[in-house]
């Protein structure tokens, strides 16, 4: 985890198309608390830093900033007070940008905590819009769904009645191997349709759940949807 691979910089440049609304850049840092002699906390990250001077690049930047500041700042200074000296803990935030077009810029943040030999990784994610009336804000889930529906709630318990569909489905034909005790009501008590999704590259809704709630191993299950498929199922 201390470790950057320049493979993952490139890999992550070559998402950006040459037709992308957006030039962005990254920026890579290291922290150690208390200090980097007899550190208790480790903090990596990779995060994008947009070119440009407009009022959009800057809110941008200001989200980036702020986060990777109450990181640094706030954060794991907690951390670390509450930590015995002898700890040894490793904090990594990867952002990926999964949209960048003229609509939506997107990202995925990779969290990974190691933790007494343990690692585990959690995800978050944003969209903002680029154009139209909400540019430079950050979108709700009907603001990506293209504003269908009544509202980001009523879209959720919809999507989450399907993707349990879906998941069920692939359990009967043997395509994946959940933990026993996986029901509807679990997946209900750690997916939030509402929060837990990021524009793809067409600017479709993919919903994600936290690596692990399916079982063991899974790093990340995705289901991707259109503004019509979603548009479909609230219909009566």
């Not at 691979?5 to 290291?30: F, I, K, P, R, Y």
């Not at 804000?137 to 009523?154: M, N, P, V």
């Not at 026993?180 to 994600?208: C, R, V, W």
């Given at each position: ?23 962005v850049t990254w920026t890579q840092g290291e922290e150690w608390f208390p200090d980097r002699d007899a550190w208790i906390y480790y903090y990596a990250y990779t995060v994008p830093e947009v070119k440009g001077s407009g009022a ?64 585990v990784l959690s995800l978050q994610s944003a969209v903002f819009a680029v154009s139209g009336q909400y540019t430079g804000e950050s979108l709700t889930l009907r603001g990506l769904a293209r504003e269908i529906g009544e509202s ?85």
């Amino acid at each position: 985890m201390k470790r950057f691979a320049c493979a993952l910089t490139a890999l992550m440049l070559c998402a950006l198309s040459a037709s992308a609304a957006l030039d962005v850049t990254w920026t890579q840092g290291e922290e150690w608390f208390p200090d980097r002699d007899a550190w208790i906390y480790y903090y990596a990250y990779t995060v994008p830093e947009v070119k440009g001077s407009g009022a959009l690049s800057e809110e941008l930047n200001h989200y980036f900033d702020t986060a990777i500041g109450e990181m640094v700042n706030l954060v794991i200074p907690m951390f670390t007070a509450d930590m015995p000296g002898n700890g040894r803990n490793e904090i990594t935030d990867r952002y990926e940008i999964t949209c960048n077009n003229d609509e939506f810029f997107s990202f995925l943040l990779r969290r990974g905590t190691l933790s007494e030999g343990k690692e585990v990784l959690s995800l978050q994610s944003a969209v903002f819009a680029v154009s139209g009336q909400y540019t430079g804000e950050s979108l709700t889930l009907r603001g990506l769904a293209r504003e269908i529906g009544e509202s980001s709630s009523q879209i959720a318990g919809i999507v989450i009645k399907d993707i349990w569909r879906k998941i069920e489905e692939r359990i009967k034909a043997g395509d994946w191997a959940v933990r026993k005790d996986m029901s509807f009501d679990l997946l209900s008590a750690e997916f939030f349709p509402e929060t837990h999704f990021y524009a793809d590259e067409q600017g479709n809704i993919a919903f994600y759940l936290q690596p692990g709630l399916l079982g063991p191993g899974e790093e990340m299950a995705v289901f991707t949807y259109t503004p019509e498929e979603i548009e479909n199922l609230l219909e009566p």
